[in-house]
């Protein structure tokens, strides 16, 4: 058993400080004392300003875009706070990167998923706290404790105090069959029924619809996904609802917004209505455009860390 202090702290990387403000807000916390930078040749410098001998210590990082400087940042944090005597160090990653890189999908590739794993461990974390893994296989590549919480657990309150219960208006669609777990979760909250876009993908980060497996002639449609980040497989499986489907209307929702390449354009020229995400990964600047809303995991993962410092039960928060 891995013991630790009595007190918690929190810490956070550059990657999104806002959230983790809003995680020791909601705990009662200051955020930690520590200066993340980069020498002049790029090298990343950690400096931690106050004790955390003993500490029960959570450090709060997306490894988001720039993701290799994100998940270096990280790795650096977790021995500094291990060689300064840390009880415990849970890597809090909202988003983790290199999960859609959890198998050889062809010769010679390689599984970045589990190298991050062991580069994790090998750093000094004790534990990883995350959100809608990808892959739910990659629990399996870390030899230490891992939570991954569910992002349709908000998205999915949010669509039922908008429109409730039952609603013969709508349909909840997945995008692909990968995604049809996670939609399910979806129909037994709102108690809809679903329908999917069968695709198939040429090449990565390149899709094209194939056919529309059920009803949604007529519905108002949502999409539900887990990542959007060039957002292809997100606007086609829209236009091919509408103009193969006969969907009245798309709205979509996806727990972590990568936003990367096209994206913001395609989502701009899309018949999507409306994107909701949560705050895994900051939405700013030129991405925070007007049909993306956006809704933070920050209660979720604030109760998540006051279970874990407090050796209580987590099974419920997966729900």
Known sequence: ???????????????????????????????????????????????????????????????????????????????????????????????????????????????????????????????????????????????????????????????????????PDYVVVSPDLGSVTRARKFTDKLDLPMAIVDKRRPKPNVSEVMNIIGDVKDKKVILVDDIVDTAGTLCHGAEALITRGGAKEVVACATHGVLSGPAIERLQNSVIKKLVLLDTIPVEGEKAIDKIETLSVANLFSEAIRRIFGEEAMSDLYN
């Open 1 to 167: 058993m891995i013991t630790h202090g009595t007190k918690l702290k929190i810490f956070a990387g550059n990657s999104h400080p806002a959230l983790a403000k809003k995680i020791a807000d909601n705990l009662g916390l200051p955020l930690g004392d520590c200066v993340v930078k980069q020498f002049s040749d790029g090298e990343i410098s950690v400096s931690i300003n106050e004790t955390v001998r003993g500490c029960d210590v959570f450090v709060v990082q997306s490894t988001c875009y720039p993701v290799n400087d994100n998940f270096m940042e990280l790795l650096i944090m977790i021995d500094a706070f291990r060689r300064a005597s840390a009880g415990r160090i849970t890597a809090v990653m909202p988003y983790f990167g290199y999960a859609r890189q959890d198998r050889k999908a062809k010769p010679r590739d390689p599984i970045s998923a589990k190298l991050c794993a062991e580069m994790l461990e090998a750093a000094g974390a004790n534990r990883v706290l995350t959100m809608d893994l990808h892959a739910s296989q990659i629990q399996g590549f870390f030899n230490i404790p891992l939570d991954n919480l569910v992002g349709t657990k908000i998205l999915s309150q949010y669509f039922y105090d908008q429109i409730g219960a039952n609603n």
